[in-house]
């Protein structure tokens, strides 16, 4: 069974960071470009970044670039995502996914306000 369990969202400043872990579980993890997903309050899910299987490509959606950083361990089965200098308009609710499979994890609140 495919799962995906996030976690380190929570409350902080603007300017400040946070960093975001994903624990990928049910499939051969190494095989799979990964990928982060937020969601505003009401508005659709959108795509934030994207790392290839061997960390080879970066990706990332124009509003973050310079400001996170997404990386993966495949010994883990784990993808990370570094976000500084947070703004409010970051405030969502955060998923990784594996590109190519549907399922998704509960997520993790990330909240920018002072």
């Known amino acids: 069974q495919v799962q995906f369990v996030e976690s380190g969202g929570g409350l902080v400043q603007p300017g400040g960071s946070l960093r975001l872990s994903c624990a990928a579980s049910?499939?051969?993890?190494?095989?799979?470009?990964m990928n982060w997903f937020r969601q505003a309050p009401g508005k659709g899910r959108e795509w934030v970044a994207t790392?290839?299987?061997?960390?080879?490509?970066?990706n990332y959606q124009d509003s973050v670039k310079g400001r996170f950083t997404i990386s993966r361990d495949n010994a883990k089965n784990t993808v990370c995502l570094q976000m500084n200098s947070l703004k409010p308009e970051d405030t969502a609710v955060y998923y990784c996914?594996?590109?190519?499979?549907?399922?998704w994890g509960q997520g993790t609140q990330v909240t920018v306000s002072s």
């Open positions: 996914k594996a590109t190519s499979i549907t399922a």
């Open positions: 790392v290839t299987t061997s960390s080879l490509n970066r």
């Open positions: 049910g499939f051969r993890f190494p095989n799979y470009a």
